[in-house]
């Protein structure tokens, strides 16, 4: 038993440690809440994306977009790239490196100039999620990035990158939660005026 109490503590203290880290990130998240709100009061929308337990955090940054995060006010068009089965299997099955271009090939069909772009990736070098920011580059969107590590890759293709650099997935996906809830915060607060 002490065992496990003590493996709890544990990782809630790696946790604690990570967040005090992702403190320097506070500009960074600034910056992002404020061309997302740039964005959308042009008309501009926010495409999410990335793999596995970041699939499930774009899907939750745009229901907190769409829904309501805390206040009650107009929707915001926010659409997560993870969640359409039919494009995702049709893409990923027909062509040879499908899966490499699953998002980037969404991006073609729904981004704009101007559109913002949240690509996630713990590692920061998700190939798939690369290539929907690079696509999004060819278009013209602005790209925000939440990463891990050093950034990878993703870092240099992001206009705002903001990045953990704790080597451990579980503590960074706690720190991107934790940065896009106060995005959405932000966001909200500018758009619910």
């Known amino acids: ?16 440690e990570a967040k005090v880290d992702f403190l320097k990130e506070t ?3 600034l910056s992002a809440s404020d061309l997302i709100v740039k964005s ?12 596995g337990g970041s699939a499930a955090d774009a ?5 907190e977009m769409v829904a309501k995060f805390l206040v009650e ?3 915001l068009p926010a659409i997560a790239l993870t969640t359409d089965t039919s494009i995702m299997t049709a893409w990923s099955n027909d062509y040879e490196e499908g899966f490499k271009n699953i998002f980037a090939r969404q991006i073609e069909a729904h981004a704009r100039q101007g559109d913002i772009l949240i690509g996630i990736s713990t590692s920061a070098n998700s190939e798939n999620v690369i290539r929907g920011l690079k ?7 602005i790209n ?27 503590r960074i996906q706690e720190c991107h939660e934790i940065a896009y809830h106060i995005i959405c915060e932000l966001v909200e607060a500018e758009m619910a005026r």
């Open 1 to 16: 038993m002490d065992e496990k109490i003590d493996l709890i503590k544990k990782r809630m203290q790696e946790s604690i």
């Open 27 to 29: 500009d960074n998240i």
């Open 40 to 51: 959308l009061k042009n008309n501009g929308k926010v495409l999410i994306f990335g793999n």
């Open 59 to 63: 899907q939750h940054i745009a229901g």
């Open 73 to 75: 006010r107009k929707a």
């Open 135 to 141: 696509k999004g580059r060819e278009i013209g969107t």
């Open 144 to 170: 925000i990035s939440l990463t891990g590590k050093d950034g990878g890759k993703i870092k240099g293709i992001s206009d705002v990158n903001i990045n953990s650099s704790s080597s451990s997935t579980p």
